[in-house]
């Protein structure tokens, strides 16, 4: 069971003629408002996909750390993707307890940063299939979400998918998480954060772990069979100037067991500035993300705190 509402948003995907879709807006809305997650169903993601991008990554995560190392993120240059250690990774200064692997869209080497290819091991060569098989997939899906958040806004429901959203920004993480040390509570997964971009789909299996910070105080947000969990971040945030809310959320492995996640981050477009909508004058505003400039520079502004070193010799 879950506090977080279940959003079956089938409609948005499937309807045509838009009836159904008003209702999905509504309930996106009232979430987006609330907390800034829910959990959304009838998203067509075959299982399938979901099983072998499972299996992919375990098999990876199975391999001795020096093989693994063979695709360290320094490796990838300016491209910022491929494999970090236990620890490699900081949140608000302090490391993470997990490893990870990092993916984006796959594309030429070039120069703009956190853009080019993708970096696949060699010992696990089905994990590259599975990948920018789901790329793909969930860079569809999260299209059909953005027209519903777009409608509950009272906006064209393609108001992103011409705009912002037209050229997106796709990254994508599979992290591994060892059980957390049951006598330090202060070690974290992941520390307490807000997403960078518009919106972020997370698959993770079934040993849990994800703590969402809401008005009522912290609440888990379990896994429940054939959903992903759905926030929006920083971007929407500044959008709407706080009517929806990108909120804070983190992750402590508490099951005993190795825990696999799955985040997917869709955001604007590289050089797209990022305004607040007209509408949204007179709502919550209390600067967390308030800048100028494109969001690849806020991104990078971000980024850069999370893997300093990287950061350092790469940029």
Same mark, same amino acid.
């Given at each position: 069971?879950?506090?977080?509402?279940?959003?079956?948003?089938?409609?948005?995907?499937?309807?045509?003629?838009?009836?159904?879709?008003?209702?999905?807006?509504?309930? /996106?809305?009232?979430?987006?408002?609330?907390?800034?997650?829910?959990? /959304?169903?009838?998203?067509?993601?075959?299982?399938?996909?979901?099983?072998?991008?499972?299996?992919?990554?375990?098999?990876?995560?199975?391999?001795?750390?020096?093989?693994?190392?063979? /695709?360290?993120?320094?490796?990838?240059?300016?491209?910022?993707?491929?494999?970090?250690?236990?620890?490699?990774?900081?949140?608000?200064?302090?490391?993470?307890?997990?490893?990870?692997?990092?993916?984006?869209?796959?594309?030429?080497?070039?120069?703009?940063?956190?853009?080019? *290819?993708?970096?696949?091991?060699?010992?696990?060569?089905?994990?590259?299939?599975?990948?920018?098989?789901?790329?793909?997939?969930?860079?569809?899906?999260?299209?059909?979400?953005?027209?519903? /958040?777009?409608?509950?806004?009272?906006?064209?429901?393609?108001?992103?998918?011409?705009?912002?959203?037209?050229?997106?920004?796709?990254?994508?993480?599979?992290?591994?998480?060892?059980?957390?040390?049951?006598?330090? *509570?202060?070690?974290?997964?992941?520390?307490?954060?807000?997403?960078?971009?518009?919106?972020?789909?997370?698959?993770?299996?079934?040993?849990?772990?994800?703590?969402?910070?809401?008005?009522?105080?912290?609440?888990?947000?379990?896994?429940?069979?054939?959903?992903?969990?759905?926030?929006?971040?920083?971007?929407?945030?500044?959008?709407?100037?706080?009517?929806?809310?990108?909120?804070?959320?983190?992750?402590?492995?508490?099951?005993?067991?190795?825990?696999?996640?799955?985040?997917?981050?869709?955001?604007?477009?590289?050089?797209?500035?990022?305004?607040?909508?007209?509408?949204?004058?007179?709502?919550?505003?209390?600067?967390?993300?308030?800048?100028?400039?494109?969001?690849?520079?806020?991104?990078?502004?971000?980024?850069?705190?999370?893997?300093?070193?990287?950061?350092?010799?790469?940029?």
């Amino acid at each position: 069971m879950s506090e977080l509402p279940v959003i079956d948003v089938a409609p948005l995907l499937t309807d045509t003629t838009g009836s159904g879709k008003r209702a999905v807006a509504d309930a /996106i809305g009232a979430a987006c408002r609330d907390s800034g997650f829910f959990y /959304i169903s009838g998203h067509g993601v075959p299982p399938e996909l979901i099983a072998r991008l499972d299996a992919a990554g375990r098999r990876f995560f199975a391999l001795p750390e020096a093989v693994k190392d063979e /695709i360290s993120m320094d490796k990838g240059g300016r491209a910022w993707r491929g494999f970090f250690p236990v620890g490699g990774e900081l949140t608000s200064g302090r490391p993470d307890l997990k490893e990870g692997l990092y993916f984006g869209a796959e594309e030429p080497p070039g120069p703009l940063p956190l853009h080019g *290819p993708n970096l696949f091991p060699a010992q696990v060569p089905e994990l590259r299939g599975a990948v920018l098989e789901y790329l793909d997939t969930m860079t569809g899906l999260a299209q059909g979400v953005m027209s519903g /958040i777009a409608l509950s806004l009272g906006l064209d429901e393609n108001y992103f998918r011409t705009g912002y959203t037209a050229d997106p920004t796709i990254l994508f993480r599979i992290f591994h998480y060892p059980p957390a040390p049951p006598d330090d *509570p202060a070690t974290w997964g992941v520390g307490e954060h807000t997403d960078y971009g518009l919106l972020t789909l997370l698959l993770q299996d079934a040993n849990g772990g994800l703590q969402v910070r809401t008005a009522r105080g912290w609440i888990v947000a379990p896994p429940l069979p054939d959903t992903f969990v759905c926030n929006i971040g920083d971007m929407l945030d500044k959008l709407t100037t706080g009517h929806y809310r990108s909120t804070p959320h983190r992750v402590r492995n508490r099951s005993g067991n190795e825990r696999l996640s799955f985040p997917f981050f869709f955001d604007p477009g590289w050089d797209d500035e990022v305004p607040p909508l007209p509408y949204a004058a007179g709502h919550r505003w209390d600067g967390q993300v308030d800048f100028t400039g494109t969001y690849g520079a806020y991104l990078l502004s971000k980024v850069s705190k999370v893997f300093p070193r990287l950061f350092e010799s790469t940029l």
